[in-house]
């Protein structure tokens, strides 16, 4: 495992032991939601990027259902 050096404010650090915090896994933690939320802001950003197909709801749900039937996957 890696190991990093983390600066916290005196008052900080001092407060995150006084709560009894760790704070290696509170950071890691941390770490791993803001990873998650940056991946999911750049998923939507590229999302809106996508042009418009030009192919209506229905159509597409039509050739949904056919590809199904032709592989023969179609529940009822």
């Known amino acids: 495992m890696a190991r990093v050096n983390v600066y916290l404010p005196d008052e ?3 407060e995150a ?3 009894g915090l760790n704070v290696s896994s509170v950071a890691q ?3 791993r939601r803001e990873i ?3 991946r999911s ?4 950003k590229r999302a809106l990027a996508v042009r418009p197909a030009g192919v209506s709801h229905e159509e597409a749900l039509s050739a ?3 590809a199904r ?3 023969g996957l179609r529940d009822g």
């Open 41 to 44: 802001s750049e998923w939507v």
């Open 12 to 14: 900080l650090a001092a």
């Open 64 to 66: 949904l259902h056919a």
């Open 69 to 71: 039937d032709e592989m």
């Open 17 to 19: 032991r006084e709560a």
């Open 36 to 38: 998650a939320a940056r």
């Open 29 to 31: 933690e941390a770490l």
